[in-house]
């Protein structure tokens, strides 16, 4: 059993540098899935459907054409018939629900918001209402600017309304409206928000409800959870968390993927909106959604579990206490390289807190795996894997910091000193420094056999030539280890060495003030 640390170095490597970064690394993925249309969770959705983009709608005597939005408004302006107007309208959505180019601009400039906006006041005519909405939402699915014309004709507040209308396929085109609203960043999102959105949309989740409009529903949600400048309200939050972990009990993949995306947004900020997910109780079933069989799902979860461990120990401790890195093996080894990605990163700020949760880490059999990526991986996955063992280093007893030379994470190690990022280069040469040190504190032998592995997987001549390098952090570090470890060793010394028996350190007897294993 390793001793506790009575020492918290989670400040150290998760609160300030370390997690900054980490944090920056999912802003840049984030901006990258924004302009990726294959991305799981989109911001904003456009319902298409497959029409004939030249088709004529025939009203007795009267002929809308669906390619020309001013056309479609002097029809709606000049007509006293219901059904004609209806076509109208229907054949406005039409346009704007083609797969390709649809005319938002054109319905814009023709002046046609305004009158779509009037209907969906018509209560008493729900087929034009549905059909005004899907015209609305789609137009709200586009650039801001067009989100923005949405927002400026009034439609939120009737969007809001029609939440409590008696027919569902209204209801839940109006949720969709209102998701591509919030979907267009923090300032529409606090404005829906403080439209009063939350109250009318957490009814609706109840069993009647299809399937269908929980997705609308719950992907809905994790838009008013998106953004972090600024981010949601904490009121925000506790309003919507209940629904969301209620919503996390249904089966649908959409639904958990969204629902899982919105507490990855909440879990994405400062410690107090961590608790706010661990206080309802959710983390047994996002633990268990990290061993789901969708990609879909595992992504959110797994980015869920990660932010909740950069928080305090006792919050990581919360995630290792489910059982979270049963799964890791698998994560790591994942096909995809982005899960394995996430996975390195989430062990990188376990291995940054006490002893005993690097400890579990190594009772769950994970060091193999992570030296495996850190040798093997795409770049990314392997800067994530370097992170993990270096801050295994800071902080492991020298038992936990050998037995990683024992598993061969010296050559891998070594590898990484060769790549041209010096932040990457330096985060080796401390992983380095901190193994040695560690050797150092078992006993001359120990380091002197740690500095001959080092030796033979190329890592020496790194170093050497690393004390040319530019960058003086480099520099420094590199002549530091040089220094300190590879000085000339008397013939003493030399023959006192370890042998190594099976892969392990076989030591001597522990001379006082010393470990031995």
Known sequence: MVAEDTTSRSQLFKNSSRADDNRRNRQDMVSKLRKDKRNEQMLKRRQVVEEDENKVE???????????????????????????????????RKMLSREHNPPIDGVIDAGLLPKLVQFLL??????????????????????????????ECGAVPHFIKLLSSSHMNVCEQAVWALGNVAGDGATYRDFVTNCSIIPPLVKLVNPEVSMG?????????????????????????????????????????????????????????????????????????????????????????????????????EQTQAVLGQGALKHFDKL??????????????????????????????????????IIDVLGRSDYK?????????TNLTSGGTPQQILQLVELKVLPPLASMLTV?????VTVALDGIHNILNA?????????????????????????????????ERIYLKSAKIIEDFYKEEDEATQQNQPEVANGQFQFAAPTPGKIAF
């Open 58 to 92: 025939e009203q007795g005597e009267n002929t809308v054409v669906t390619v020309d939005p001013a056309q479609i408004k002097s029809v709606i302006d000049t007509s006293t018939d219901v059904e004609v107007i209806f076509k109208a309208v229907q054949n406005c």
């Open 122 to 151: 018509c209560d008493n005519n729900p087929t034009l209402q549905f059909e005004a909405c899907w015209a609305l939402t789609n137009i709200a699915s586009g650039t801001n600017k067009h989100t923005r014309a949405v927002v």
């Open 213 to 313: 409009f929980l997705r609308n529903i719950s992907w809905t949600m994790s838009n008013l959870c998106r953004n972090k400048d600024p981010p949601p309200t904490m009121e925000t939050i506790d309003a919507l968390l209940p629904s969301i972990c209620k919503i996390l009990t249904y089966g649908d993949k959409h639904v958990l993927s969204d629902a899982c995306w919105a507490l990855s947004y909440v879990t994405d900020g400062d410690n107090k909106r961590i608790q706010k997910v661990l206080d309802s109780g959710i983390v047994p079933k996002l633990v268990e959604l990290l061993g789901h069989n969708e990609v879909l799902v595992v992504t959110p979860s797994l980015r869920a579990v990660g932010n909740i461990v950069t928080g305090t120990d």
């Open 332 to 369: 790591l080894w994942h096909k995809k390289n982005n899960i394995q990605k996430e996975a390195a990163w989430t062990l990188s700020n376990i291995t940054a807190g006490t002893t005993l949760q690097i400890q579990s880490v190594m009772d769950a059999g994970l060091l193999p795996y």
């Open 381 to 389: 996955t392997q800067k994530e894997a370097l992170w993990a063992v």
């Open 420 to 424: 041209q990022d010096a932040k990457v």
């Open 439 to 471: 050797a150092a504190k078992v006993s001359e032998q120990v380091v002197s056999r740690v500095a001959v592995l080092l030796e033979e997987s190329s890592g020496l001549d790194y170093i050497e030539k690393l004390q040319e390098h530019e960058n």
